[in-house]
Each structure stands twice: as C-alpha cells, then as structure tokens.
C-alpha cells in the first residue's frame, strides 16, 4: 500500500505541475492571432494588396481585401463593415490612400489597431480634399490633365449617374507609382477603379483612431498626397510613424516593409 501510496502521490504531483504550467501558458496558446483586413483606395481595387497579403499569408494570418466602391465615405464604409461582421476575433484594419479616409469611418469593437498607408486620417468634418490643400501642402500632381472625370452609371449617384474621376492613362505610372517597372505600372493600370467626386467632398464622421492604436507609413516621394500632410495627418492622431522612400504605391513597391508594420500593429 505504501509503494501504491507513493505513486499515487507522484502521480498527483506531476499532473498538478503540468496543470500549473498549462495555466501559465494557456494565454498565449489561446489568443487568437488577428485578422487582417486591407482596404484599397482610389484608382485601384483589391489586387493593390496582392504583395503585401502575400507576405502576411505567409507568416500564418488570415487577411482579407474587400471591394472598396469608391462612392464615399459613410457607404464606403458600411460596405467594408459588412466585411468585418464575418470575422470572428480581433480584426487589424488597414487602409491606403482613400481607403484610410473609409477606415476612420468604420466603429467596429472587434478592430484592435489601424495601420495608415500613405492615407488621408480626418478629423471629424474634415473631407479629403483638404488633405491636398495646395497652399497648406503644396505638391500634390493630381490635378489635370493627370486628373480626368467622366460620366458613370452609378445607382447611388442622381438619376442613377455620377461624375468619377480617374488617372489619365499616360500619368498613371508617373503620378501614381513612379516607383514600379512599366509591366506592373501597366497591370496597376488596368485595374484602376474611379472613384465619385463627391466622395473627396463628404465630411468624416467622428475619427476612429481616437484612442486606438494606430501606425502611419508615410511615403516621401508621393506625388498624390503630399508628405508634408501625411506627417501632419500622422502626428495628429497619435500614430507610430514610418517613413519610405516611396511613391503613393509602397504597398505595391515596398510589401515588405509595409506587410512588417502591420505585423507590428498585429502584435
């Protein structure tokens, strides 16, 4: 009974410490590895991503790129929310260019961290254009004849039309993306989506990087918005800020560094 007695209690005394150890560990076992949910901008739809998903994919988390409709702000971002609703867990929220206009719209619980890519980041009431300001910050070239509008058929817009503006096919590769060879300037061209004037009008809704940590990617040589404003954009809302030497396209010429903030802004 004694040699039972004893394995019993060695027994009891190894299950007891694996336990311990277990609870230790549990959670960082048990918390969930967040998802990460990238939202393109203006002139460009989900394939902008295409690198920098890639890169996250392969270090194991689950990212996803909804269709940005590029019609303004408040239904901009209802469409990404609907998105959102089919994800369980933490969500890291990443928007470039226009898409970061439409991210600081969205209020989901779920979102832990917002990652900025050279984006517009207003402030309640603020529209986009005032990011471009040319007397605040001067050096934007998206203007015409780069700039061009054209008539759509667009159910949300008056009598189902809207007036949309695009980049001019032969200032695509120079204002958009100097930084990229001419076969990815040409494939980024072919993908280009207009968005609806009026959505650089539409004011923002209360900001939801208020009180959230947020990470800012400035690009140095972006011709669109200009880096003077994307600093004051970052420095205002409180983020961690990085800098590139790069076009308004570092998510299609730098995936690298711009998948490795996520990361960061991931956890």
């Known amino acids: 009974m004694t040699i039972i007695r004893t394995l019993r209690n060695a027994l009891l005394a190894v299950l007891i410490a694996f336990a311990a150890t277990a609870a230790v560990a549990m959670p960082a076992w ?27 994919r392969g270090q194991g988390y689950q990212v996803l790129t909804p269709e940005n409709p590029l019609r303004g702000p408040a239904y901009d971002a209802a469409a990404v929310q609907r998105t959102l ?17 439409v991210i600081t719209n969205v209020h989901d619980p779920d979102v832990v961290s917002m990652v900025y890519v050279a984006a517009f980041a207003p402030a309640q ?22 700039l061009q509008v054209k008539v759509v058929d667009d159910p949300q817009g008056v009598a189902g039309r809207n007036l949309d503006g695009y980049v001019a096919p032969e200032s695509f590769h120079s204002v958009f993306a100097q930084d990229v060879d001419d076969a990815t300037a040409a494939d980024m061209l072919a993908h280009q989506h207009s968005i609806a004037l009026a959505a650089n ?24 918005i200009p880096p003077a404003s994307q600093r004051f954009m970052a420095e205002r809302m409180g983020a961690q800020t990085t800098e590139l030497d790069a076009s308004h396209a570092s998510l299609v010429s730098q995936p690298g560094e711009v998948a490795a903030v996520i990361e960061t802004a991931a956890g």
């Open 125 to 146: 009431g603020e529209f986009a254009q005032l990011a471009l300001n040319p007397i605040q910050f001067p050096g934007s070239q998206l203007l015409p004849p780069a």
């Open 30 to 56: 048990a918390a969930p590895r967040p998802t990460v949910v990238l939202v393109h901008g203006a002139f460009a739809d989900p394939t902008s991503w295409d690198r920098v998903a890639a890169q996250l």
């Open 85 to 101: 609703d089919t994800v369980e867990g933490p969500i890291v929220l990443v928007g470039h260019s226009y898409g970061g206009f």
């Open 201 to 224: 009008l539409e004011p923002s809704s209360a900001p939801s990087w208020a009180g959230m940590p947020s990470w800012y990617l400035v690009s140095q040589q972006d011709r669109v």
